[in-house]
């Protein structure tokens, strides 16, 4: 649930469309790593919908703020609620309707409630794909990688004398020294393991945009 986090909202929706884009380009492009993946799918990305279920009465505090959210930001239509007759005729329109159960869950009399939404702007990433992908594109703009277990391990981060809070380089396990005009941690939830200021700066900022 994004909820009230529209910065994260609106991160996900500008990923996707990358993804997609590159779900396209994919195809007419085709990196060595991928083409030669046995019996792998050749995909980035499958906006095929994503479907919350419950099995009780009406949806979860969560969910209605979510469903809110999208209605702020003018993206109710992407929607659909399981118990919302104007959802479910708009599903059968748009063709999502097999979506909304796909299980049958109702039809077989498997539940006494069946609540829940159904996401159309969501999908399945192929996140190794997406990561091949994305260094065979820096690569194409001749940016350098240094991979391995050694070459490729940070150690540490250089500060900068002058600023502390200036980062100017990297040192690697192997012992070496990479200094930088910019330094950018993209390293998720471990950020912190580099970057001890950085935790708790999510709970900070989550009500901005």
Avoid at 1 to 11: G, M, N, R, S, V
Avoid at 93 to 111: C, H, I, Q, S
Avoid at 131 to 158: A, H, R
Wanted: proline residues 4%; glycine residues 6%; negative net charge.
């Amino acid at each position: 649930f994004y909820a009230d986090k529209i910065h994260y909202q609106k991160l996900a929706f500008e990923a996707s469309d990358i993804w997609e884009s590159w779900d396209r380009q994919v195809k007419l492009d085709t990196p060595r790593e991928i083409a030669n993946q046995p019996d792998a799918t050749k995909r980035i990305f499958d906006r095929c919908g994503i479907l919350r279920l419950d099995d009780v009465p009406g949806n979860p505090p969560e969910e209605k703020e979510n469903l809110k959210s999208f209605v702020r930001e003018n993206l109710r239509a992407t929607q659909y609620d399981l118990n919302d007759k104007d959802d479910v005729k708009r599903a059968k329109a748009t063709g999502w309707y097999t979506k909304l159960d796909p299980l049958g869950l109702r039809e077989r009399n498997k539940v006494n409630y069946l609540s829940g939404v159904l996401d159309s702007t969501g999908g399945l990433l192929y996140a190794s794909n997406a990561c091949i992908y994305c260094k065979y594109l820096c690569e194409k703009l001749n940016v350098k990688f240094i991979l391995g277990n050694e070459k490729g391990f940070i150690e540490e981060l250089i500060y900068s004398k002058d600023d502390p809070s200036l980062i100017t380089g990297i040192v690697t396990k192997d012992g070496k020294t990479h200094d930088a005009d910019l330094v950018i941690l993209a390293a998720g939830p471990w950020s912190t393991k580099f970057v001890p200021q950085l935790d708790g700066i999510n709970e900070a900022t989550s009500g901005t945009v």
